[in-house]
């Protein structure tokens, strides 16, 4: 005797009950019962699953949307973490510990003390790929306007540009007004290059003193094919204690390492 199917096809549509057919008795339904989780088609569940992740996509946009337009603060928590705030209990201890963070032209600090006690300007004019003819008026517009550091590098190539427009402004923005900031290339590492590379930077920007002198890259290059000098890049310290002699005989105030 052939066995009958009991389960129907999950594509098949839903059963429907006979008139008068008693509740629970699979012989008043016209077709076979399917076991276990009650049958949904293919198009319901689509909709289902497009509608909530639409839902989610609006509910993140609006997260997104109030943070970037309110500032949340919460969004920066780590921060006070990390500068050993702890745990946040209040809102008292939340403002108290976002708002030394706070980077808003408002609370940012005008400068900050280098271990020599010399004080740096927090902004600086970047001139890194200012082009030719342009730069010494990028230079003198900062200067009117309130700029005090100048951050330029010898690879930059227009540091005689840049010295030519300190000359210009000097009569009423005196060099001890400046905070002047070059960097050694990677092929002045050598102890005996450093010194005739600060002094043609020195040269071309028409100052006696650079304020910071930092190593552009913690690498150093040969100079006849530009390859990596292993043995000075994973021991500096002769390309360090030249840069600290550039100290001592007033070249140089401060020095560090870029990148």
């Given at each position: 005797m052939e066995?009958?199917?009991?389960?129907?096809s999950q594509f098949q549509p839903a059963p429907r009950r006979k008139l008068g057919g008693a509740l629970g008795n699979e012989s008043?339904?016209?077709?076979p019962i399917r076991r276990g989780s009650?049958?949904?088609?293919?198009?319901?569940t689509t909709r289902q699953l497009i509608k909530h992740f639409v839902r989610f996509t609006v509910i993140a946009m609006c997260i997104f949307l109030l943070d970037r337009v309110t500032g949340l603060r919460r969004s920066n928590w780590y921060a006070v973490w990390i500068r050993g705030k702890?745990?946040?209990?209040t809102d008292q201890e939340w403002n108290a510990g976002y708002d030394s963070l706070e980077l808003g032209l408002d609370s940012l600090p005008l400068s900050f003390k280098l271990p020599s006690g010399d004080e740096i300007p927090t902004v600086a004019l970047g001139t890194w790929k200012a082009p030719p003819a342009k730069v010494g008026a990028a230079v003198k517009a900062a200067l009117e306007t309130g700029y005090r550091h100048i951050d330029g590098a010898w690879i930059y190539g227009n540091e005689a540009e840049i010295g030519n427009a300190l000359k210009e402004v000097e009569h009423h923005i005196p060099r001890g007004s400046l905070f002047l900031t070059s960097k050694l290339w990677n092929t002045f590492h050598n102890p005996e290059d450093v010194e005739a590379a600060l002094d043609e930077t020195l040269s071309k920007l028409q100052t006696d003193y650079l304020d910071l002198y930092l190593m552009h890259w913690p690498i150093a290059q040969n100079a006849d094919d530009h390859t990596v000098d292993m043995e000075l890049s994973e021991n500096p310290v002769r390309t360090w204690k030249k840069m600290?002699?550039?100290?001592?005989?007033?070249?140089?105030?401060?020095?560090?390492?870029s990148k």
């Amino acid at each position: 005797m052939e066995k009958k199917n009991v389960y129907r096809s999950q594509f098949q549509p839903a059963p429907r009950r006979k008139l008068g057919g008693a509740l629970g008795n699979e012989s008043d339904y016209t077709l076979p019962i399917r076991r276990g989780s009650p049958y949904r088609s293919p198009t319901r569940t689509t909709r289902q699953l497009i509608k909530h992740f639409v839902r989610f996509t609006v509910i993140a946009m609006c997260i997104f949307l109030l943070d970037r337009v309110t500032g949340l603060r919460r969004s920066n928590w780590y921060a006070v973490w990390i500068r050993g705030k702890g745990t946040v209990k209040t809102d008292q201890e939340w403002n108290a510990g976002y708002d030394s963070l706070e980077l808003g032209l408002d609370s940012l600090p005008l400068s900050f003390k280098l271990p020599s006690g010399d004080e740096i300007p927090t902004v600086a004019l970047g001139t890194w790929k200012a082009p030719p003819a342009k730069v010494g008026a990028a230079v003198k517009a900062a200067l009117e306007t309130g700029y005090r550091h100048i951050d330029g590098a010898w690879i930059y190539g227009n540091e005689a540009e840049i010295g030519n427009a300190l000359k210009e402004v000097e009569h009423h923005i005196p060099r001890g007004s400046l905070f002047l900031t070059s960097k050694l290339w990677n092929t002045f590492h050598n102890p005996e290059d450093v010194e005739a590379a600060l002094d043609e930077t020195l040269s071309k920007l028409q100052t006696d003193y650079l304020d910071l002198y930092l190593m552009h890259w913690p690498i150093a290059q040969n100079a006849d094919d530009h390859t990596v000098d292993m043995e000075l890049s994973e021991n500096p310290v002769r390309t360090w204690k030249k840069m600290e002699e550039m100290v001592r005989k007033g070249k140089v105030r401060n020095i560090g390492v870029s990148k």
